[in-house]
């Protein structure tokens, strides 16, 4: 799921290129369409990507929609992040980047964090929180 912003349009014609779907929205914009269709994806297909902190921050910040597809599918998630040796940065909330050609780009997978597929409010908020700790250290600050 990659939001409709212009940042979003960059990230999801690389996705595109790399042999992903791409599905278009956000918390903020066609959220619950994106979302329904994102489930069926990864029904069918057994893997998505859902960047988590959502169209405005703030960064790093565990949004509710990635525990709500998880609990929807009963899949498992897995932390990713991308860093680049050598980019631009965009001056936003997120610090948006593309990799500058022949750049050394890493691609970081962490330890899967099975959700709970029925949690009272307090143990959905330590979810988020668990996912949002095994994030951090990834984090470009």
């Known amino acids: 799921m990659i939001s409709q912003s212009r940042d979003g349009d960059i990230i999801a014609g690389v996705a595109r290129r790399c042999g992903w779907h791409p599905v278009r929205g956000s918390s903020s914009k066609g959220g619950k369409a994106a979302l329904t269709e994102v489930i069926g994806q990864l029904q069918q297909m057994k893997l998505a990507a859902h960047i988590v902190d959502g169209p405005q921050g703030p960064m790093g910040t565990v949004k509710a929609g990635t525990i709500r597809l998880a609990q929807a599918t009963n899949a498992s998630l897995v932390p990713f992040s ?53 994030m951090r250290p990834s984090l470009v600050w």
């Open 82 to 134: 991308v860093t680049a040796k050598n980019a631009w940065h965009f001056k936003s909330w997120d610090r948006f980047f593309v990799p500058k050609p022949f750049s050394r780009v890493v691609l970081r997978f962490g330890e899967m964090i099975a959700v709970d597929p029925t949690p009272n409010a307090a143990a959905f908020e330590a979810q988020r929180l668990q996912i949002e700790e095994a």
